[in-house]
């Protein structure tokens, strides 16, 4: 082996060491405990005294269980709706945001877009106390302010219907800097020509919007679609800050937690949700990639 070689592979196998160490062996050690019987009074260690049987293989009926269990398929189907609703409100926040502040006729653009990408400057903790304050159904500011003009606001925090309303909300607020992002530099490849030219022949401003400047910044737009609902369907830390008892069955990976760490800990259990949560993951970004032909753009 050459001496450039050797030394090579001594600067790359720590930190591929510590990236087996930290990333790949928790997930093989999750897949591991899913198929067994891994729970309170077995594991980590067997308590004789416990009415518990001993840590054991059990194929596949942790997965058998998660498929038949109610608050699973509760927790699946309302996952799959906060996909659908965060991310239509967080596209369409950013796409009008970016147009809106890359028109020529708004002074102080970079003012503008410094202000607006706070939210991703703030700590998540800190950000979602504060929405869970200003939602808090008797001092909060937003129930104030419909008291103020003769409207009893709802309760955002212990209804479920509110509370996903408000998650809605937050989540678009947390987002929506990622999305003007990528949207805003997407414009920034839009030829000045091509839309004088459909200025010329006649096209309104929307006209412009769908013909000429969305075919271009498709791409951009899908993969920060993609990357922004996976993200949605992972969203686990602000309904748990926010009301993680209100939101168990509406979370998948916040039910796997509480399954987990809850008043009966079966980790087993816990982890085939996360396998089952990470496989349908896996498949929706794979046929979203492929529907949208992203790996055409990346072989361009």
Do not use: C
Request: hydrophobic share 55%; charged share 10%.
């Amino acid at each position: 082996m050459k001496k450039t070689t050797a030394a090579a592979l001594m600067l790359i196998l720590p930190g591929m060491a510590a990236f087996l160490f930290f990333n790949l062996w928790p997930i093989v050690y999750s897949i591991y405990l899913a198929f067994t019987n891994a729970q309170l009074g077995n594991f980590p260690i067997y308590n004789p005294q416990s009415a518990v049987e001993p840590l054991h293989f059990v194929g596949l009926e942790n997965f058998r269980w998660a498929l038949s269990d109610d608050k699973f398929i509760n927790a699946f189907k309302w996952t799959w709706i906060f996909v659908f609703t965060s991310v239509t409100l967080k596209v369409f926040a950013g796409l009008f945001l970016s147009l809106l502040y890359n028109s020529k006729y708004v002074k102080g653009k970079a003012i503008y877009r410094s202000l607006l990408i706070i939210p991703w400057a703030l700590p998540l903790l800190f950000s979602v106390t504060v929405w869970k304050f200003m939602f808090d159904p008797v001092f909060g500011p937003i129930n104030m302010m419909l008291k103020s003009i003769g409207i009893t606001g709802p309760d955002w925090v212990n209804n479920p219907t509110w509370g996903f309303v408000a998650l809605n909300i937050i989540e678009v607020w947390l987002a929506y800097p990622f999305m003007m992002t990528v949207i805003t530099a997407a414009l920034q490849s839009v030829p000045d020509t091509l839309i004088e030219a459909a200025i010329i022949d006649g096209a309104n401003y929307w006209q412009r919007i769908w013909h000429v400047v969305v075919p271009i910044v498709g791409k951009p737009i899908a993969f920060a679609t993609i990357l922004t609902s996976a993200a949605s369907f992972q969203y686990f830390m602000v309904p748990y800050i926010y009301n993680a008892g209100l939101f168990e069955d509406r979370f998948l990976l916040l039910y796997g937690f509480r399954k987990a760490f809850g008043a009966t800990p079966h980790y087993g259990r816990a982890a085939a949700i996360m396998v089952i949560a990470t496989l349908i993951l896996a498949v929706y970004m794979y046929v979203n990639v492929r529907i949208t032909r992203l790996q055409e753009g990346a072989k361009g």
